[in-house]
Each structure stands twice: as structure tokens, then as C-alpha cells.
């Protein structure tokens, strides 16, 4: 099972930079960077709509499930 990240790809379409979306939602741009490479294990559902709601996007724009 693989989970994959699209946050980059809805930045470059919204045209806004990691730390901006950053101070929007308020988390670090370290905490950002680890969820854009997929590395986090895990993403609170505030957080989730927080992201959404700065980018205008559905969750689904950001996520995107592979089976392997």
C-alpha cells in the first residue's frame, strides 16, 4: 500500500510557496516538508483541512492511493 503526497503539484497550481501555506496553517515549514516528501506517518485531520482550506482543494487533490 502506498500512500502518495500530491502537496507539491497543488502548490505549483496555486502558485504559493511551503512557507507561506506554512504560516497559513500554522505548522512549521520542517513539520510541511516532512508531509510533502511522504515521510510523515501520520496527518491530523485539523491539519488536513486547514491545508485544504488554504488551497481551496479537496483532501483527494493531496492524496492519492497506489496499490503496489
Do not use: H, W
Not at 502558485?15 to 501555506?21: G, R, V, Y
Not at 496553517?25 to 516532512?34: D, K, M
Not at 491545508?51 to 479537496?58: E, G, H, P, S, T
Request: proline residues 1%.
Amino acid at each position: 500500500m502506498a500512500i502518495i503526497i500530491n502537496l507539491d503539484i497543488v502548490l505549483a497550481e496555486r502558485k504559493m510557496k511551503s512557507k507561506e501555506l506554512a504560516e497559513i496553517v500554522g505548522i512549521t515549514t520542517a513539520n510541511l516538508s516532512i508531509l510533502k516528501s511522504g515521510k510523515a506517518k501520520a496527518v491530523r485531520f485539523s491539519t488536513l483541512e486547514a491545508i485544504c482550506k488554504a488551497l481551496d482543494c479537496q483532501p483527494g487533490d493531496i492524496l492519492e492511493y497506489i496499490e503496489n
